[in-house]
């Protein structure tokens, strides 16, 4: 329970620490595929709730339209401020480009976008690592970010992946942050792109 209410004081400090910039704005609506997610075009309008379950211990989402049916059946939803993105989803893509483990989240839960550009959008969610997996092993907060330019996510789970993104992104950034050692400085992390969004 310490663990539920930690998470969710962190996650509304950090939004509202830094500002969006909303010059991307995703119509609200249901977003039923990652084709239409990349496109920005909304398969159906919905009123729908957010809702945390007690027993989660990650900060995934589920969202419940008009009826409280509980929405399944979409890679995203936007409410015109705030994307939600399904983690199962997600895993299905991040797979592809990098050998991750799995967020730690229930498959059919929602993450929060954070932070947004033109160019990004910022989530953060429980990860899990391979090793972890089989041996057992705690789980860490980590950073994941969606390119519109490259159309991928990617998992910050080291900071070799971070260093990457940088230079891919916008070179200019390395001068200012470079990641190095074993874990991952999730505060530096966030640092980083809220410049990233502040400037753009």
């Not at 929602?110 to 550009?117: E, G, Q, T, V």
Request: charged share 25%; aromatic share 14%; glycine share 6%.
């Amino acid at each position: 329970m310490k663990r539920i209410i930690f998470t969710i004081i962190l996650i509304s400090s950090f939004l509202f620490g830094f500002s969006q910039n909303d010059s991307t704005l995703y119509k609200k609506g249901v977003y039923k595929t990652f084709s239409d997610f990349k496109n920005k075009i909304p398969n159906e309008s919905v009123e729908f709730t957010t809702h945390q379950l007690k027993n989660n211990l990650s900060i995934g989402i589920q969202l419940r339209d008009e009826n409280y049916k509980r929405i399944k059946k979409a890679f995203a939803v936007s409410d015109g401020e705030t994307v939600f993105v399904k983690v199962k989803e997600v895993q299905k893509l991040v797979r592809k480009n990098q050998k991750v483990g799995t967020p730690l989240d229930s498959g059919w839960d929602f993450m929060p976008s954070l932070l947004k550009s033109k160019d990004i959008i910022y989530f953060e969610n429980y990860y899990v690592g391979l090793g972890t997996q089989i041996f057992g092993g705690k789980s860490y907060l980590t950073g994941i970010i969606y390119n519109l330019k490259t159309e991928k996510f990617t998992v910050f789970n080291s900071n070799d992946k971070i260093n990457e993104f940088i230079t891919e992104f916008d070179s200019d950034l390395s001068n200012k942050y470079n990641f190095s050692g074993k874990r991952v400085d999730l505060n530096k992390v966030r640092e980083l792109i809220n410049e990233i969004t502040t400037e753009l």
